[in-house]
């Protein structure tokens, strides 16, 4: 789960006139998530993440639930850190929702050459916390007030009942192998082979980008993302290949590295791409049975297929 904490940051009414005839706003329920919202006028929901998107201008609201309560999380949103993943924190306050503290905070962001408006909303209760992430191009500022009244329409409902398999916009097989209780969150889908992600046990995750990437060089970038890939050090890369799935190109990367506790570890890593800006990602890690995996890996990988696109 540290990765995930890691990389959390990464890591957005029709009026009548007559009330009676008055258009009520719909409250929807949040695609892999037990939460709801009731999104801006001209929002729709992503294929490709939890929440909802605003086609023309580039705008989003991403939610993420998170197992552990919102205090354990405050550290991560303090200005420095911020400062850290490329925001400056505007403001950040205290407020009460839903007869809780909760954490509001707006920011700005530099990406792609545009300077985007992020505003956050960090709630939740002594077991899981719900972070709201509204993001827009500054200059769509008009949109501004009305992510804000819809990042404090999120509620939580755990008569929702979640399948992380179906939340998701692709989908693999692990069928004959030890991987089990799949668990979805924001652009990502995880797998492990015990009942909770164990540090040094095989994991399998798969991901797309949350939006469209530009690079030059699709090997190289690759090749840099298993790099960044936190928990590792002494990386070495033993071969990165061209590969297809799925009617996607891509790069099949098999590298071994050090855990942190200084243990041997296997990285396999699948990134394809396709011709709209967007990546996905098979990323699988093992401390144990290394060789072993390896093929498990490989196998998993090339049954990837994508159920819906990813705009």
């Keep these: 789960m540290k990765?995930?904490?890691?990389?959390?940051?990464?890591?957005?009414?029709?009026?009548?006139?007559?009330?009676?005839?008055?258009?009520?706003?719909?409250?929807?329920?949040?695609?892999?998530?037990?939460?709801?919202?009731?999104?801006?006028?001209?929002?729709?929901?992503?294929?490709?993440?939890?929440?909802?998107m605003h086609l023309e201008t580039s705008?989003?609201?991403?939610?993420?639930?998170?197992?552990?309560?919102?205090?354990?999380?405050?550290?991560?949103?303090?200005?420095?850190?911020?400062?850290?993943?490329?925001?400056?924190?505007?403001?950040?306050?205290?407020v009460l929702y839903q007869g809780r503290s909760a954490t509001?905070?707006?920011?700005?962001?530099?990406?792609?050459?545009?300077?985007?408006?992020?505003?956050?909303?960090?709630?939740?209760?002594?077991?899981?916390?719900?972070?709201?992430?509204?993001?827009?191009?500054?200059?769509?500022?008009?949109?501004?007030?009305?992510?804000?009244?819809?990042?404090?329409?999120?509620?939580?409902?755990?008569?929702?009942?979640?399948?992380?398999?179906?939340?998701?916009?692709?989908?693999?097989?692990?069928?004959?192998?030890?991987?089990?209780?799949?668990?979805y969150s924001t652009g990502s889908l995880s797998y492990s082979t015990t009942d909770s992600v164990a540090p040094g046990k095989p994991l399998l995750i798969i991901a797309n980008s949350l939006g469209k990437v530009f690079y030059s060089d699709e090997k190289a970038y690759a090749e840099d993302r298993v790099r960044e890939m936190p928990g590792s050090e002494n990386f070495t890369i033993n071969s990165t290949i061209a590969i297809t799935i799925s009617d996607m190109d891509g790069y099949e990367i098999v590298a071994h590295a050090t855990s942190k506790s200084g243990h041997p570890k296997l990285i396999y890593t699948v990134m394809l791409f396709d011709d709209d800006n967007h990546y996905f990602i098979i990323h699988g890690e093992t401390q144990e049975r290394l060789e072993d995996y390896l093929p498990i890996y490989k196998k998993i990988a090339r049954s990837f297929t994508l159920k819906r696109a990813v705009y």
């Design 59 to 94: 705008s989003s609201i991403i939610i993420i639930e998170i197992p552990v309560s919102p205090d354990s999380l405050n550290g991560a949103f303090t200005k420095e850190r911020l400062k850290g993943q490329g925001m400056n924190l505007i403001k950040m306050e205290t």
């Design 3 to 52: 990765v995930f904490y890691k990389n959390i940051l990464f890591l957005p009414l029709i009026f009548v006139g007559l009330k009676a005839f008055a258009q009520q706003p719909e409250r929807l329920a949040i695609n892999g998530t037990q939460c709801t919202m009731i999104p801006p006028a001209g929002f729709v929901a992503s294929p490709s993440f939890s929440g909802f």
């Design 104 to 183: 509001y905070l707006t920011a700005t962001q530099e990406a792609y050459g545009q300077t985007f408006m992020k505003q956050m909303l960090l709630f939740g209760d002594s077991s899981a916390s719900v972070m709201v992430n509204g993001i827009s191009p500054q200059e769509e500022n008009t949109f501004d007030s009305s992510i804000k009244k819809a990042l404090f329409t999120t509620r939580i409902d755990r008569k929702i009942l979640l399948n992380a398999e179906t939340a998701a916009p692709y989908q693999i097989d692990v069928t004959g192998t030890d991987f089990k209780y799949p668990s």
